[in-house]
């Protein structure tokens, strides 16, 4: 994969891209620029801040759109549900789904 090397800025100062290569200016929308990237840490975890956050470093970076824990955990137990309906209905074994789910479930609710 090739390295990132610049950040797409809207014209609210907001990164809404990532590009390893320069894009001409004619190409980019009104009141958009890219600003030079290149070294910075995790440079696509930096889609959705401003600009002013590419000089922070990681453990100071605000993560947008983290799960939390419950949420996570939550979201695992539908995709095992899910699939637990599924092979019921297929009439496949889930006795190891049904542990799997039963092991999210109860860390869920220890939560």
Same mark, same amino acid.
């Given at each position: 994969?090739?390295?990132?090397?610049?950040?797409?800025?809207?014209?609210?100062?907001?990164?809404?891209?990532?590009?390893?290569?320069?894009?001409?200016?004619?190409?980019?929308?009104?009141?958009?620029?890219?600003?030079?990237?290149?070294?910075?840490?995790?440079?696509?975890?930096?889609?959705?801040?401003?600009?002013?956050?590419?000089?922070?470093? /990681? &453990?100071?970076?605000?993560? %947008?759109?983290?799960?939390?824990? !419950?949420?996570?955990?939550?979201?695992?137990?539908? +995709? =095992?549900?899910?699939? /637990? &309906?599924?092979?019921?209905? %297929?009439?496949?074994?889930?006795? !190891?789904?049904?542990?799997?789910?039963?092991?999210? +479930? =109860?860390?869920?609710?220890?939560?």
């Amino acid at each position: 994969m090739a390295k990132i090397k610049y950040a797409e800025v809207n014209s609210s100062n907001v990164i809404v891209g990532v590009h390893n290569y320069e894009i001409p200016a004619a190409y980019l929308p009104t009141g958009y620029s890219l600003i030079d990237i290149e070294g910075v840490q995790d440079p696509t975890g930096l889609v959705g801040q401003t600009a002013d956050k590419i000089t922070e470093t /990681l &453990d100071k970076r605000v993560i %947008l759109n983290q799960l939390s824990e !419950a949420d996570a955990l939550r979201l695992q137990l539908k +995709k =095992l549900s899910t699939e /637990l &309906d599924l092979k019921t209905k %297929l009439g496949e074994d889930t006795t !190891a789904t049904q542990a799997e789910f039963d092991g999210v +479930k =109860l860390e869920y609710d220890n939560l």
